[in-house]
């Protein structure tokens, strides 16, 4: 149907120590399929190291968040340009606890994401809703209106992903219905096209994330316009995101 090389990207949140690194080298020994593309996003202090051993590999490591200034006084921030200077070649971008803890808005994250842009940097942009919007029967319009207020205008197929995670879903071993997941997939399909046409609207790839694991990920990544999934607690252990990626 679609051309779009999958992904499975992991998001390792605030976990792992350098030790942790060897998990990537399993994930390695255990052949991820070419045709799905790996992007690890460990915690900043492991991205130069991770990068350096997936040279020979495969797989591509990411951050979890910018700055959206290339440098100054901005105590504790990493910006885009250092990110790509230790190795990574994506970020993911507003992801809901980053939204939720830190208060980000969506023009952050757009500016965020210019940032990353004008770094090199494949931006990994989240949105999704909470719980209460889903049982208003909101989801389509918070989604709607992040993804037009978090990208930015020069959005192509080879420097945007969107991740679609409902919020009530990360880390809860909870799901939507495969239905739900087609239904907010679809939509965003279309508003890409709306907005940056045909070729690009169906080039961006759109994962979908909160509580996938190797018993879902099947399925899941077989609905039409889920390209792939960013997946939280089950891409730190090589022995389930393995999975993932095969299922992929
Ligand atoms: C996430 O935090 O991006 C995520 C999808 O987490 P989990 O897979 O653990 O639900």
């Known amino acids: 149907m679609s051309s779009r090389r999958k992904i499975a990207a992991g998001n390792w949140?605030?976990?792992?120590?350098?030790q942790a690194l060897s998990e990537v080298e399993a994930l390695h020994v255990s052949n991820p399929a070419p045709e799905c593309e790996v992007v690890i996003c460990p915690p900043a202090t492991l991205i130069r190291s991770m990068a350096k051993r997936c040279t020979e590999m495969a797989i591509n490591v990411g951050g979890q968040d910018c700055h959206e200034?290339?440098?100054?006084?901005?105590?504790?921030?990493?910006?885009?340009?250092?990110?790509?200077?230790?190795?990574?070649?994506?970020?993911?971008?507003?992801?809901?606890?980053r939204r939720e803890a830190y208060g980000e808005s969506d023009a952050q994250v757009r500016a965020k994401t210019k940032s990353a842009w004008t770094a090199g940097l494949i931006a990994i942009v989240c949105i999704g809703e909470s719980l209460t919007h889903r049982e208003a029967k909101n989801t389509l319009d918070i989604v709607g209106g992040q993804l037009a207020a978090s990208v930015p205008d020069a959005a192509t197929g080879e420097n945007l992903v969107i991740a679609y995670e409902p919020i009530w879903a990360i880390g809860s071993g909870l799901t939507p219905t495969l239905d739900e997941i087609v239904e907010v997939h679809n939509f965003i399909r279309a508003?890409?096209?709306?907005?940056?046409?045909?070729?690009?609207?169906?080039?961006?790839?759109?994962?979908?994330?909160?509580?996938?694991?190797?018993?879902?990920?099947?399925?899941?990544?077989?609905?039409?316009?889920?390209?792939g999934g960013l997946v939280g607690g089950a891409s730190l252990k090589a022995a389930d995101f393995s999975k993932i990626v095969a299922a992929l």
């Open 13 to 18: 949140k605030m976990n792992g120590l350098r």
């Open 69 to 97: 200034d290339s440098s100054g006084a901005h105590t504790g921030d990493i910006s885009a340009e250092m990110l790509a200077d230790t190795g990574a070649t994506h970020v993911i971008l507003g992801h809901s606890e």
């Open 191 to 227: 508003r890409l096209v709306r907005r940056f046409g045909d070729a690009i609207g169906k080039a961006v790839r759109v994962l979908y994330g909160g509580s996938m694991k190797p018993e879902n990920a099947a399925e899941i990544g077989a609905l039409p316009n889920v390209d």
